[in-house]
């Protein structure tokens, strides 16, 4: 089999095909303490990426819908929110504004890597993620606050669900429009070994927002990877109904099980992740690394579709060369027999 793309290989995995060998991937963004490291030692983030052969780069939307951070700060009342008018998604500032320090390269930006064959990931934001930027103070998430408006306004909070999800997916068709090639839709419901809400509650409040987001991606015929950190086990037949192409992390870290999970969704459906940035890359040494990645490499590579990528971003915690470890021995796994 000739040796494909990194944008063929990304659309072969996503719609059933086989691809020439796993993909490889560093998820979403970059900790400015790991990219400062990554820079003094291989003097790019991108000259890093190279040597370790991944293939997708991700472009992030803004995250937050009425007038930036600073205007978030100063509402605290959903009734207000209700009644506010977002910015517009279809602005090309859009895809041409940095998230933050951390997820920082726009949509705009990414699209320029196709020139080297790279797949490009649009990465936006779900309602109940959407719904804790609301209330985000001094960089904390307002958690607490989007929780409490589930339990004791659910009638608001499902109009304001519906009204981030429209949002989002002005936001996603516009970045379709430029030209990426998966969005990678960011909601996280799951904590350790359970969710933060009821699955009555994601079905009732979630589920119904989401599936707009998702349907708007799929009329373009493009793939949605969902991002939800945690165990979202209990859910796992609400998330296929939405649409997935594929589900990122699996975090074994909070109880999730790969082969659980692999059996659940079955053959069809990718399985991003396998590189756990809690109980795998901070503690192991480069040799229990790769002994690691043997490991979910025998449970994910020939189970159905799979992408190699951290759990969620790497941290300082992390050292280097255990990084480097990892992606040097998926990379030898990582080609198929055909």
């Avoid at 040796?3 to 063929?8: D, G, I, K, L, P």
Wanted: hydrophobic share 40%.
């Amino acid at each position: 089999m000739r040796v494909m793309t990194s944008r063929e290989r990304v659309m072969a995995t996503l719609t059933g095909k086989r691809p020439d060998r796993v993909l490889l991937n560093f998820f979403a963004g970059w900790n400015i303490a790991v990219r400062e490291k990554v820079a003094a030692r291989y003097g790019s983030v991108d000259a890093f990426c190279d040597l370790m052969h991944t293939d997708i780069v991700t472009g992030v939307l803004p995250r937050f819908p009425f007038g930036g951070a600073e205007n978030h700060a100063r509402i605290m009342d959903l009734e207000q929110y209700l009644e506010l008018t977002p910015d517009d998604p279809t602005a090309p500032a859009m895809i041409s504004t940095p998230c933050d320090q951390v997820l920082n390269l726009t949509v705009k930006d990414a699209l320029r890597y196709h020139e080297q064959g790279k797949a490009v990931f649009c990465h936006a934001w779900g309602v109940f993620e959407l719904s804790q930027f609301l209330y985000e103070h001094d960089g904390l998430p307002g958690t607490e606050m989007a929780l409490l408006n589930m339990a004791a306004e659910p009638e608001k909070n499902r109009r304001m669900f519906l009204k981030l999800a429209a949002w989002t997916a002005d936001c996603v068709e516009n970045a379709i429009k430029a030209g990426v090639d998966v969005i990678e839709l960011s909601d996280d419901w799951g904590q350790q070994r359970t969710m933060m809400f009821s699955p009555k509650m994601w079905w009732d409040m979630i589920y119904p927002a989401m599936k707009i987001i998702f349907d708007r991606a799929r009329r373009y015929n493009v793939p949605v990877l969902l991002h939800s950190d945690g165990d979202v086990t209990l859910v796992l037949d609400g998330i296929m109904q939405l649409g997935i192409a594929g589900l990122h992390p699996v975090q074994e870290s909070s109880g999730m099980s790969p082969q659980h999970t692999r059996e659940k969704l079955g053959p069809r459906y990718c399985i991003m992740g396998g590189l756990d940035t809690i109980t795998a890359l901070p503690v192991m040494t480069p040799a229990e690394i790769r002994v690691e990645v043997e490991r979910v490499f025998s449970i994910l590579k020939d189970s159905g579709p799979y992408i190699f990528s951290d759990s969620h971003m790497i941290q300082d915690d992390t050292d280097l060369d255990v990084v480097v470890a990892a992606y040097e021995r998926a990379y030898e796994l990582a080609e198929y027999s055909h």
